[in-house]
């Protein structure tokens, strides 16, 4: 068991079915079994008050599709104990987006509420008043807010103390190192044809060390230059 309490994490869906396997597997799985989460899943329909459950209406002004109704939501959350002193966080393509930085204050909280978008959008005054925390992704639309949700649940957890075994990865690990990880290898050393670095089998390990870190440095200088701080002039 974690000694503080679990970090509590609330998810507002109209599928909460969406969750139940991954929530219940690996990583997930045994972070929940053990008490270091407490993750629960909540059906915004259930905050709905007509006979047909309806979340969605026409927009103001016209327009093609449709727009999630405020009042669900804002029942949804409130109904949820504690969750005036949670982070709030609503997944939309329209929002800061997420990085190990967002994601290592995210772990920090004591509760998160992930709130999950359908249709063409959320009225703006769930995001304008009901969430703390606007949350994209990446620059792409999905379907729903629940496969982003997802990815935020995944990348927070594994920075909650105790959740992942080995500290150190987490230490050594890229982003955290600010630059990509460097290739990685097992056995056999030979795969059709195909051999492994020298220097990794070399026991070498101040030599490994080294290659390590360059090879760290050309991948991020070859596939994410952003990454690395600006040159300077002259
Ligand atoms: C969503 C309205 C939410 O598409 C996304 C997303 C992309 N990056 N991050 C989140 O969320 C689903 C779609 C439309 C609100």
Same mark, same amino acid.
């Given at each position: 068991?974690?000694?503080?309490?679990?970090?509590? /994490?609330?998810? +507002?869906?109209?599928?909460?079915?969406?969750?139940?396997?991954?929530?219940?597997?690996?990583?997930?799985?045994?972070?929940? %079994?053990?008490?270091?989460?407490?993750? =629960?899943? #909540?059906?915004?329909?259930? #905050?709905?008050?007509?006979? #047909?459950?309806?979340?969605?209406?026409?927009?103001?002004?016209? &327009?093609?599709?449709? !727009?999630?109704?405020?009042?669900?939501?804002?029942? %949804?959350?409130?109904? /949820?104990?504690?969750? *005036?002193?949670?982070?709030?966080?609503?997944?939309?393509?329209?929002?800061?987006?997420?990085?190990?930085?967002?994601?290592?204050?995210?772990? $920090?909280?004591?509760?998160?509420?992930?709130?999950?978008? @359908?249709?063409?959008?959320?009225?703006? @005054? !769930?995001?304008?008043?009901?969430?703390?925390?606007? +949350?994209?992704?990446?620059?792409?639309?999905?379907?729903?807010?629940?496969?982003?949700?997802?990815?935020?649940?995944?990348?927070?957890? $594994?920075? !909650?103390?105790?959740?992942? &075994?080995?500290?150190?990865?987490?230490?050594?690990?890229?982003?955290?190192? &600010?630059?990509?990880?460097?290739?990685?290898?097992?056995?056999?050393?030979?795969? *059709? &044809?195909?051999?492994?670095?020298? +220097?990794? +089998?070399?026991?070498?390990?101040?030599?490994?060390? =080294?290659?390590?870190?360059?090879?760290?440095? =050309? $991948?991020? =200088?070859?596939?994410?230059?952003?990454?690395?701080?600006?040159?300077? %002039?002259?």
């Amino acid at each position: 068991m974690r000694g503080a309490p679990p970090i509590r /994490i609330d998810l +507002v869906t109209i599928f909460p079915e969406y969750f139940e396997v991954p929530l219940a597997l690996s990583l997930l799985g045994r972070a929940r %079994a053990r008490g270091l989460i407490d993750a =629960r899943v #909540h059906d915004l329909r259930d #905050h709905a008050t007509d006979r #047909h459950r309806t979340v969605d209406d026409e927009p103001f002004g016209g &327009g093609p599709g449709m !727009v999630m109704k405020p009042e669900p939501w804002f029942a %949804a959350v409130e109904a /949820i104990p504690g969750w *005036r002193a949670a982070r709030r966080v609503l997944l939309t393509p329209a929002g800061r987006r997420l990085d190990q930085g967002l994601a290592e204050d995210l772990a $920090r909280q004591a509760h998160l509420i992930l709130m999950c978008g @359908r249709y063409e959008g959320v009225d703006e @005054r !769930v995001a304008d008043h009901l969430a703390t925390d606007q +949350v994209s992704i990446g620059d792409y639309v999905l379907a729903g807010g629940e496969a982003a949700a997802l990815v935020v649940v995944e990348a927070v957890a $594994r920075l !909650v103390p105790g959740v992942v &075994g080995d500290e150190a990865s987490l230490q050594e690990e890229s982003f955290t190192t &600010g630059l990509l990880d460097f290739p990685h290898y097992t056995r056999p050393a030979e795969f *059709r &044809g195909m051999g492994v670095p020298e +220097v990794l +089998v070399s026991g070498n390990h101040a030599e490994i060390e =080294r290659w390590r870190r360059e090879e760290a440095a =050309r $991948r991020t =200088r070859a596939r994410r230059p952003d990454l690395l701080p600006p040159l300077s %002039a002259g």
